[in-house]
């Protein structure tokens, strides 16, 4: 015999939206007039179970996505910033930028790999820049050789 899906109470759904909103169990119980164990009981069973994840994964899809609407708005904003006549708006920018995509949390991404491949060519277009003044490209190597050592070990 093939059980028949049991369908939530409204009261269930009202407890189900009173969790979700942030209120305890003791909170959610006592504005519901249920006992506390009442609520852990619908807890264990299938249906109440599935229908609260349900919705908490759905308050998180629209939160994430709401995130991500900002997220855009954000690099909009930036890149507005970017392309400033005041240079110091623009670089400012620049080094919010920059700062964020080379911190440690960022290792490995593929922004941060291009930035890092941007980087090998951007150092050795300085060094071939120096090439006529060896003193200064040797003082200069070392210098960034001694930062990307910091970095690394950051």
Known sequence: MVKKKKELTARQIKTILDILSGLSFVEVARKNKI???TLYLWLEKPAYSAELEKRKKAILDAVS???????????????????????????????????????PEN??????????????????????????????KINLADKLNELEKQNAGS
């Open 35 to 37: 006992a506390r164990s």
């Open 65 to 103: 996505l709401q995130f991500e609407i900002l997220g855009i708005q954000a690099i909009e904003k930036l890149t507005v910033l970017l392309k400033s006549k005041n240079e110091n708006i623009s670089l400012g920018s620049v080094k919010l930028i920059l700062g964020k995509l080379a911190s």
């Open 107 to 136: 290792k490995g991404t593929p922004v941060n790999i291009l930035i890092s491949d941007t980087w090998g060519i951007v150092r050795a277009e300085i060094m071939k820049t120096l090439e006529p003044y060896p003193d200064l």
